[in-house]
């Protein structure tokens, strides 16, 4: 029950400890192979020079994702709209970004549960090229301590929320026949987060004819605002295992992803094994990733095995420990 509130359940392979230890090494031998990913690829360049990059979430307070989302898009020359529901947050973005970029962003109010000021805000900023839909919120609590609110909240903002910004671009009339871009899974939870995968499946065979491209981003435990808040004991023991990254990291994996038109971006090889194993009908435009997923996809879901028994021993003991400290002292 513990995955349920994992804030992302995409990366949970790395939770067990025998496999830490090289995760360094698989990430050189993944590198040894985007050369053969490149001569492979059915690739597709994306610009972000001089176009106009609109993120939802982008408000985040100091080291968000989104924000650094934003930071990545204006210092690339492009022209960033950030959407937030806190003025006070979206004010602190912008002169953040004003004096390291020297790019003066447009920033929009809205609360994305909300789609007429959604509607509003994007009709408003003009023409869009990307569209970053990285909003994501996180109540960490096992699933019977969640009230019905807190799991609504979570489901609303995370997958409907994701889906309002999409439909919005979508069916705006002054729209540009160029790209889009969803980053779909910033810190995740299951129920909201696996929705978004089979949105971004489905969504990018109805505008793939209008030379729209999606991408679906599996990023790893990322030190974020409020990240840690609120964990519960077992799930921060379980991610401890396996590290996190920085977010001008995941945003620079992020944006590169999405200018290589890529429809799965992953940040790390444990990332990228997730992607082979949970990839089902997802698009695959590297005909190397689609060799990698035929031939592999049986041993990776043996190698799940394995860490599904290491996450459930973590919880046999974690709940042994707690039943002995609740055992009453005989006088």
């Known amino acids: 029950m513990e995955e ?72 690339e020359g492009a022209r960033v709209s950030i959407l937030a529901r806190s003025l006070s947050k979206l004010a602190d973005a912008k002169r953040s970004i004003k004096l390291a970029t020297g790019v003066d962003v447009a920033t929009f109010s809205a609360d994305v549960r909300d789609y007429d000021a959604v ?68 810190t995740a939870y299951s129920a909201s987060k696996f929705g978004l995968q089979g949105l971004a499946q489905a969504l990018q065979q109805e505008v793939i004819s209008h030379d729209i491209h999606v991408s679906l981003l ?18 921060s023991i379980i991610a401890s295992s396996s590290g996190s990254m920085k977010t001008k990291e995941v945003a620079k994996i992020c944006l590169d992803g999405i200018k290589a038109g890529k429809f799965t971006v992953t940040c790390h090889f444990i990332g990228y094994l997730l992607s082979i194993s949970t990839s089902g009908m997802s698009p695959q435009r590297s005909v190397w990733h689609a060799f990698m997923e035929v031939m592999f996809g049986g041993l990776i879901r043996f190698i799940g095995l394995f860490f599904q028994w290491g996450w459930y021993n973590t919880i046999a003991k974690w709940s042994k420990k707690k039943k002995k400290k609740k055992k009453p002292i005989a006088s």
């Open 218 to 235: 599996f990023p790893p435990d990322t030190d974020t605002p409020g990240s840690e808040e609120g964990k519960p004991e077992l799930t």
């Open 119 to 186: 509607s509003k805000a994007v009709n408003q900023s003009g023409p869009i090229d990307v569209l970053i839909v990285n909003q994501g919120v996180f109540i960490g609590k096992e699933l019977e301590k969640q009230s019905t609110e807190e799991v609504k909240f979570m489901i609303d903002v995370n997958l409907v929320g994701s889906w309002s910004g999409s439909f919005c671009y979508l069916h705006r009339p002054q729209s540009r026949s160029r790209t889009f871009a969803g980053i779909y899974g910033y």
């Open 4 to 75: 349920c509130v994992r804030t992302n359940p995409h990366v949970e392979l790395a939770n067990v400890l025998c496999l830490c230890p090289i995760n360094q090494y698989l990430g050189d031998i993944t590198d040894e192979f985007a050369t053969l990913e490149t001569r492979t690829s059915n690739s597709v360049k994306i610009p972000i020079k001089s176009r106009h990059v609109f993120i939802t979430g982008g408000g985040s307070s100091g080291i968000g994702l989104g924000l650094a989302h934003a930071h990545l898009a204006a210092s």
